[in-house]
């Protein structure tokens, strides 16, 4: 935890270990830290406050495994490394982003290679599921009942991309189901780390069934020899036993029309930016921005004022209710509307807390949604 006076003026003295008297969320490394930081943190210290009583919930999840990703972690007794080592899955395939040491990998290559799950079977979704879809998954418990998953599997760490794509768009549609023309287009903003963990996208299959799922995936992050790179996912990672039928499956299916698939195309730079290149694919049905930063980068300003004026639902999540709050308060600025999708906890955000947070307010990818 970092002194939220750091930079301020004055170098820290220590570590920071004086938390607020008021909220409990911010913490200092001295006295005269503290007092210098008041003028700025007075406005958030009553609404931090508030989101410090709703900790439980924030770390409420069904798995074996969830003391580990959140009391242990705040602790610092779990990091991720720790985790995936105790799980066998540190720096393998793509497991490798989740942690510290991730290591360099050509996206293109990424792209064209056949990723597994490094599980066995009973603890991974490598198969079409044995049950059709209930009406809205709402919880990652119901999820895992419906996919036969023992709340064991630590798939969730990586699933969040996906489940959260569908409960936001759940959200957004009111519950109508989206894709009724047999096509979902989803413009996909921001992507950085799930640029290496794709293949999980491939359960987008099941989410919505009898739909081709479209994701032009637009950000900075993209690299440049990735910029206009297009994958195909016609199915999911496969499990570690070889008897498993996802070993089996065949490899033509990719080309059949009748086996729906998720289409992925990558742009680099800015939404704004490539935006009239992008729609010559088609306009969005629906406009995603995980962990988005919007108060945190002025560059979301263009792209808020273009999205205001396309009539698209979109949907954005962040780390935290705080900076869920802040990116309200910029969205309203620039369009002159308060939030058309209000700012709710996401039921499928990463149940693995963020190390080394800014605040003492327990942070998860994916934690909020909210939408415009």
């Known amino acids: 935890m970092e002194c939220a006076a750091k930079g301020m003026g004055t170098p820290c003295t220590g570590p920071a270990t004086r938390r607020c008297g008021g909220c409990g969320a911010v913490s200092y490394c001295s006295y005269s830290h503290q007092i210098s930081h008041w003028d700025e943190h007075k406005e958030e210290c009553g609404r931090l406050k508030k989101q410090m009583e709703h900790v439980d919930a924030l770390c409420d999840f069904p798995f074996t495994f969830s003391s580990e990703v959140t009391s242990q972690v705040a602790s610092q007794e779990v990091t991720k490394c720790s985790f995936l080592q105790s799980q066998g899955l540190h720096k393998i395939g793509i497991w490798t982003y989740e942690c510290r040491c991730e290591q360099s990998v050509a996206l293109s290559n990424f792209l064209r290679s056949k990723d597994h799950w490094y599980l066995p079977k009973e603890l991974c979704p490598c198969t079409e599921p044995s049950n059709d879809l209930p009406k809205i998954l709402s919880s990652w418990k119901e999820y895992y009942k419906w996919r036969s998953l023992p709340l064991c599997s630590p798939v969730a760490l990586l699933l969040h991309w996906p489940l959260s794509i569908y409960y936001g768009i759940q959200l957004a549609s009111h519950g ?14 921001g992507p950085e780390k799930e640029l290496h963990q794709l293949p999980a996208f491939g359960e987008l ?7 081709h799922v479209f994701i032009e995936l637009v950000g900075p992050s993209i690299p440049q020899n990735g910029d206009g790179e297009c994958a195909i996912i016609s199915g999911y990672p496969k499990c570690l036993d070889e008897e498993c039928k996802c070993k089996f499956l065949d490899e033509n299916k990719a080309n059949d029309t009748d086996n729906y698939k998720v289409n992925l195309r990558l742009w680099r730079g800015f939404y704004h930016d490539r935006f009239r290149d992008i729609v010559k694919n088609g306009l969005p049905h629906y406009i995603v921005g995980p962990n988005a930063g919007i108060a945190a980068y002025a560059s979301w300003k263009p792209t808020v004022e273009l999205i205001r004026n396309l009539n698209v639902p979109a949907i954005f999540s962040d780390y935290s209710e705080e900076a869920a709050n802040l990116a309200a308060r910029c969205v309203s600025t620039v369009t002159g509307h308060s939030l058309s999708l209000p700012i709710q906890l996401n039921p499928f955000r990463q149940p693995f807390m963020v190390e080394d947070a800014a605040l003492c307010v327990p942070c998860f990818s994916n934690c909020f949604f909210f939408g415009m």
């Open 205 to 211: 299959r099941v989410l919505f069934p009898g739909v």
């Open 176 to 189: 109508i189901s989206p894709g009724s023309s047999g096509e979902l287009r989803i413009h996909y903003l």
